[in-house]
């Protein structure tokens, strides 16, 4: 059985340039034939029948170069915008390192002026960990014995109480916070001057073993008495939030809204004892 082979359509496309190289080729001989003569009839038929297939072809040159250059111009423009973007991106880093530098340098000339507020020796430590434990409210810092610390310390920060030093090491030492229900730290109301006692719930703190014949009012401020050996007199610890309505019992059912913000802890001051450096 024969087979007829299917005939290949010629490509347009080859066939416009064949043509038009050809007649450029034509126009070319025609040129260079004739010099500086003038052209003769067949000359002129000639010429006059390829120049608008050397112009198509010229205008086609012409494109496909203006294409290309537009390309390269494309390409160029995506490098530079690449470039740019790097740029930018650096340039925002380092703003954000100057940006942190700043702060920090602000946040460490405070704890300064707490420290030349406070009579006795301090020490600036960086916070370094906290405790998962739900059950615990701790934090780790980047001072230890070898710098003084020791334990039952109290630790402060520009706002106000942190918490008291329970473990220390050479190097490190863990702060228990005073959030957390192991901590009491004694405490006066700045309005009336009624005692109390602080404890941590966790989140907060509640002020206990205050008498109800005490005027306790909304955002009463809550310092340290100083008593207890701890805290130094007159550090802020809150402000009261809320006064229970309870009427039963001796004492009121107060919450404190602490003043230190506990979750943005960078660094604390550790109040030393008088001794201690020298030792």
Do not use: C
Not at 148 to 161: L, N, S, Y
């Amino acid at each position: 059985m024969a087979y007829e082979r299917r005939k290949k359509k010629p490509n347009p496309v080859k066939r416009f340039f064949l043509v038009a190289i050809l007649a450029a080729l034509a126009v070319t001989a025609v040129v260079t034939t004739v010099g500086r003569k003038e052209f003769g009839l067949s000359h002129r038929l000639v010429f006059e029948a390829l120049g608008p297939v050397q112009s198509v072809f010229a205008r086609a040159t012409e494109a496909v170069t203006g294409l290309w250059r537009h390309y390269l111009d494309l390409v160029g423009v995506s490098e530079e915008n690449d470039r740019l973007r790097k740029e930018i991106k650096r340039y925002i880093a380092i703003n954000a390192e100057y940006r942190e530098a700043v702060a920090t340098n602000v946040r460490l000339n405070q704890l300064l002026d707490l420290a030349h507020s406070l009579e006795q020796p301090v020490l600036t430590a960086h916070v370094i960990g906290r405790d998962p434990a739900l059950w615990f409210k701790t934090i780790t810092i980047d001072k230890g014995i070898s710098s003084g610390v020791e334990k039952g310390m109290p630790v402060v920060t520009v706002e106000g109480v942190v918490g008291q030093v329970i473990n220390v090491s050479p190097r490190f030492a863990k702060v228990l916070l005073a959030t957390d229900p192991n901590s009491a730290v004694d405490a006066i109301l700045q309005t009336s001057r009624a005692l109390g006692i602080v404890k941590g719930n966790g989140q907060g703190y509640r002020m206990d073993y205050v008498l109800r014949e005490k005027e306790v009012a909304k955002d009463d401020l809550v310092v340290t008495s100083g008593m207890g050996g701890v805290f130094p007199k007159g550090l802020l610890v809150g402000r009261v939030s809320e006064v229970g309505k309870d009427k039963r019992g001796m004492f009121h059912t107060i919450t404190v809204q602490p003043a230190v913000d506990f979750r943005e802890l960078e660094y604390v001051t550790i109040i030393l004892k008088a001794n201690s450096l020298a030792e």
